[in-house]
T-cell receptor, first 114, second 116 residues
């Protein structure tokens, strides 16, 4: 069975400093992994996805994530935080064996301090 | 590309009335559409999966007679909350996927429902 664990419910960083949002997953098959962002009162936006190609995935707005099978992790990073990055971030896993149903992490709220 | 719209974005209704929410894929044909519910400060909960022209598959604990889903065309799915009650107040989000990449869903902007 699939599951996703986002290790931090809240992450607070200063503007201009690096961002690290942690995600661990479990999957019986080769998973696809996603990061979505949700700004307050807005819809969900796909940041990036991993689907068995390069393990380092680059997304929009300077975000990237690295798929590490040995650690079952898919952490999201950004070298320098911007105020506009303040939002809720969701790590999501899907796999072919479950007809690609999305399994959602609980979310991490990213707070940017000026 | 791959834009999904929802209408309305926000709706307030009286208890006991029914509310219909539309989800449209604007620039692609959505063979499968999904309906989610999101409680405040929580993650998304899948309510049901619908394939065009067939009955929706509901997740455990979701009342199919209360949350009616219709997927009559490849670009439109509707969710009707029947006899709404205050506990149905929530943020409802739809998503759609085409037949070119089954692992990716594209999300609508969501509909905030408030039942008084």
């Amino acid at each position: 069975a699939q599951s996703v664990t986002q290790l931090d419910s809240h992450v607070s960083v200063s503007e201009g400093t690096p961002v690290l949002l942690r995600c661990n997953y479990s999957s019986s098959y080769s998973p696809s992994l996603f990061w979505y962002v949700q700004h307050p009162n807005k819809g969900l936006q796909l940041l990036l996805k991993y689907t068995s190609a390069a393990t380092l995935v680059k997304g929009i707005n300077g975000f990237e994530a690295e798929f590490k099978k040995s650690e079952t992790s898919f952490h999201l990073t950004k070298p320098s935080a911007h105020m506009s990055d303040a939002a809720e971030y969701f790590c999501v896993v899907s796999e072919k064996g479950s007809n690609y149903q999305l399994i959602w992490g609980a979310g991490t709220k990213l707070i940017i301090k000026p | 590309g791959a834009v999904v719209s929802q209408h309305p974005s926000r709706v307030i209704c009286k208890s006991g009335t029914s509310v219909k929410i539309e989800c449209r894929s604007l620039d692609f044909q959505a063979t499968t559409m999904f309906w989610y519910r999101q409680f405040p400060k929580k993650s998304l909960m899948l309510m049901a999966t619908s394939n065009e022209g067939s009955k929706a598959t509901y997740e455990q604990g979701v009342e199919k007679d209360k949350f009616l889903i219709n997927h009559a065309s490849l670009t439109l799915s509707t969710l009707t909350v029947t006899s709404a009650h205050p506990e149905d107040s929530s943020f409802y989000i739809c998503s759609a996927r085409g037949d070119w990449g089954q692992e990716t869903q594209y999300f609508g902007p969501g509909t905030r429902l408030l039942v008084l």
